[in-house]
Structure formats: C-alpha cells, structure tokens
C-alpha cells in the first residue's frame, strides 16, 4: 500500500527511504484504530461497572509510576539492542494485553474487571515504557531531519483520521449492541490496531540500527505509544530518544538540577501536567454518572475533540511564530481549562460538545508548544540528562494530578472538583504567561 507523500512531486522521496515512510505512517494510522477504540473508551467502561474516582486515578496514576521507575533501566537495555527489533518486541510484550481486555466480562464480576483492568495497565507499562523510549529513537534514527515535518505532518494526519473515524464507529456500536458486548467488540478492534500497528513496526528498518539520535529538535508526534489512556496517549514528552544517546546516572546527571533557571523550567512543567491531569479522572464520572450521556454521544464528543485537535494544530506554526513556544504552551492550557469548567455546567449532550472542541483545540497549543519550550532551555551537549528530569518532572505531575483528583471528588463533589481543576488549570496557564524562566 502506498502513501501519497511517497512521491511527492515537490520533492521526490529518495527511494531508500520510501518503504520506511509508508510504514512509519501504517504505523500510525493503525494505532489510530487503538486510540479511537479500547484507548478511548476503557475509562468510560470502568465508570459504567462501577468504578470509583480512586480506581479511575490509579488507572493515569499507575503508567506514571512505571515510567518514573523504568524508564531509564529500559533506555539502558535499548542501548545494546537492534533498535528495531527492541522497539517492535516492546510493542509485542506491551499491545497483546489488549486482547486480555476482551475476555474480562466472562472472567470477572463488574469490581473484579475494574481491578484487573488497573492491574494490567501495571504490566502492560512496563513495556510500553521502552516502547516510547525505542520508537523516539527508531523514528529519528530512520527519518533523516530534513524529512522530519513531512512525515511527521502526515503521520498526524492519519492518525487524527482514524481515530476520529473509529471513535465515531465505536460509539456507534456501543450504542447498538448490549452490555458489554458492545465494548468487548470495541476491545477487539482496539487489539487489531495494536496488532496491525506492531507489524508494521516489523518492517520498518532504519539504515543505522545502531546510531545514536543527535538532532535536537521536538519529533513532533501527536501520538505517543506505549500508554493505555486517552489523554497520556497525546504526546507531551519530548526527547525520551537520548536516554538512547549514553549511560544514565554517570556524574553529571543531576547537573540540571544545579541550573536555577532549568530548575524554573521543571516546576512549569510539574505544574502544568498536574493540573492538566487533575480533573482527568472525574471526566468519564461526570459524563456517565452526573450528565448520563450515551456511549454514541460520548464518542461523537471523542470525534470532535481530534477534529479540533487537527485544526488547531494547522495553526500551531503561526500562532508560535507570533508568541513564542512559553506563551504558545500557556495559551492552551488556559483554552484547556474551558474543559472542565464548560462540563461543571453541562447538563447535556450541547455543553459537552463544546467543550470537546476547547478541549482538541487548547491540546494542540500546550501540547505542540511545550516540547520546543523545553529544549529552548536545555544545553546541546546536555539533552540527555536535562530531558530525563523534565521526564521525570512531567510524570511526576501526571502522578500526583491523577491521585489528587479523587480526593478532590471525595471532599467537594463531581461539579466543584471540575470547577477546581478549571480554575488551577487557568491560573497555571496565565502564570507561565507572565512567567519567563
């Protein structure tokens, strides 16, 4: 099957990378099959078996907490391995717990899926963690820089495509067939992307297998793999491919820490994902318990958030060109507040709507920008070290956001918890305006 970039009549693809291109975005297109199914709609299945807001944390909670603690062993192990051999066994040994997920409903009683459902996101992290560290590192070892936006550019294209067109099927199906037979349909084509998109990981084979990335510069990916969750499968990490570049923990490792103005740089970043993944845990409570909406409605609302989410992103190069990357990445995040805040005064299908578009739109900005933001600040002959403790700082603040977010629930109720997670996430945004590091 062939891609229409592959021969492109502004400038030809050279041929030894054209295999390579069309499998990069297969790849892709197929784990937008994933994302817009059993990704999107497993948090939504938990809440209607009745999952507490405390399971729902652990759900984002517990892929932060295995990133945190396997990143840099699996980075190491990466080191000495064929990189497209490691990446595509690490999408095997992550992608095939997918299909566990459709047998859950004759195993289990409804509790018993919500808890095997948080104990297989746990294994299937470990994993997915050297899936993301591998593919950073199989993308820019196969796509030479100057290619880069091109392929990345249709990359998300396809990506936005399928998942928004799957997303719509599913919710569709959802509809029509009954419980849970609708979602263990719905599980089977999330594990048939997975499946699809790993075999063509397969084929990809970079002309170095062994090269160390040295370009700098953000990838770019919307989507990330290697997660299990909606809102962490949007790619806000950047530079998970030097882990790849030399050993961790030699003794200029925490020299970041030292630098004052990349110190200010961290606490921006722990901030912003907590209080971007504060209130994620209560989004499929409000939807499914307060607001009742239906699974149809819900992937219509999942639909336009990535047709927002496409859109804005066309504007993304513009919209940075005119503030900059730190006011880019502070912009959307204060349009992403609009999210919770427009769903605390839902009362149907119309609000959440909305807000779906505020949510796709205010992504595409903080998500595109943070990324440049980061490695604006970091040294060249450093990105290893910096970027690993703004990893660590990014899922440190998806981790507490995701743990506090109950909490929240517990003490003020489903509606003044959204309007909290709508106020801190404003408040951060505005901050990192008039803030400069």
């Keep these: 099957?062939?891609?229409?970039?592959?021969?492109?009549?502004?400038?030809?693809?050279?041929?030894?990378?054209?295999?390579?291109?069309?499998?990069?975005?297969?790849?892709?297109?197929?784990?937008?099959?994933?994302?817009g199914s059993a990704i999107a709609f497993v948090a939504v299945y938990a809440t209607r078996l009745g999952a507490s807001a405390f399971q729902l944390g652990l759900l984002n909670a517990f892929p932060a907490v295995i990133n945190l603690i396997f990143a840099l062993p699996a980075g190491r192990w990466l080191q000495d391995q064929p990189i497209s051999r490691a990446t595509f066994l690490s999408a095997v040994l992550h992608r095939w717990f997918y299909l566990l997920w459709i047998f859950l409903p004759w195993l289990f009683a409804p509790q018993g899926q919500v808890w095997a459902l948080v104990v297989l996101t746990v294994l299937m992290s470990i994993p997915g963690t050297a899936l993301a560290i591998g593919f950073n590192g199989l993308f820019a070892a196969t796509v030479p820089p100057e290619w880069r936006p091109q392929v990345v550019g249709i990359r998300n294209a396809a990506y936005a495509f399928t998942s928004i067109l799957v997303t719509l099927v599913s919710g569709y199906l959802l509809n029509i067939l009954p419980f849970p037979l609708g979602y263990q349909v719905v599980f089977l084509i999330g594990f048939i992307g997975a499946a699809m998109s790993s075999l063509h990981l397969w084929y990809i084979r970079p002309a170095d297998e062994h090269r160390k990335p040295a370009n700098g510069k953000s990838l770019g990916d919307w989507a990330q793999p290697g997660t299990a969750s909606m809102w962490q499968g949007l790619r806000t990490t950047v530079g998970l491919r030097f882990l790849l570049r030399e050993k961790p923990l030699s003794s200029h490792?925490?020299?970041?820490?030292?630098?004052?103005?990349?110190?200010?740089?961290?606490?921006?970043?722990?901030?912003?994902?907590?209080?971007?993944?504060?209130?994620?845990?209560?989004?499929?409570?409000?939807?499914?318990?307060?607001?009742?909406?239906?699974?149809?409605?819900?992937?219509?609302?999942?639909?336009?958030?990535?047709?927002?989410?496409?859109?804005?992103?066309?504007?993304?190069?513009?919209?940075?060109?005119?503030?900059?990357?730190?006011?880019?990445?502070?912009?959307?995040?204060?349009?992403?507040?609009f999210y919770p805040a427009t769903l605390a005064m839902a009362n149907g299908a119309g609000m959440y709507l909305f807000a779906s578009i505020m949510g796709g739109t205010g992504w595409a900005l903080a998500?595109?920008?943070?990324?440049?933001?980061?490695?604006?600040?970091?040294?060249?002959?450093?990105?290893?070290?910096?970027?690993?403790?703004?990893?660590?700082?990014?899922?440190?603040?998806?981790?507490?956001?995701?743990?506090?977010?109950?909490a929240l629930a517990g003490w003020w109720g489903l509606t003044i918890g959204l309007i909290f997670a709508a106020f801190t996430r404003f408040l951060t945004g505005a901050t990192i305006w008039r803030t400069k590091p």
């Design 1 to 35: 099957m062939a891609i229409s970039f592959a021969s492109s009549k502004a400038r030809p693809v050279p041929a030894e990378h054209r295999k390579n291109f069309n499998h990069l975005v297969l790849d892709i297109a197929w784990f937008g099959v994933l994302n």
């Design 253 to 337: 490792w925490f020299n970041p820490l030292k630098d004052l103005h990349y110190r200010k740089v961290l606490v921006l970043v722990f901030v912003m994902h907590l209080t971007l993944y504060l209130g994620a845990p209560l989004f499929p409570l409000y939807l499914v318990n307060e607001i009742q909406l239906s699974d149809q409605v819900i992937g219509l609302g999942n639909g336009i958030f990535y047709i927002a989410l496409f859109l804005a992103s066309a504007r993304l190069d513009s919209v940075t060109r005119r503030f900059g990357n730190r006011k880019t990445m502070a912009l959307g995040i204060m349009v992403i507040s």
């Design 367 to 406: 998500g595109g920008a943070v990324g440049n933001f980061v490695l604006e600040k970091v040294p060249d002959d450093s990105r290893p070290s910096y970027l690993t403790w703004y990893n660590m700082a990014l899922q440190a603040g998806v981790l507490l956001g995701a743990l506090l977010a109950p």
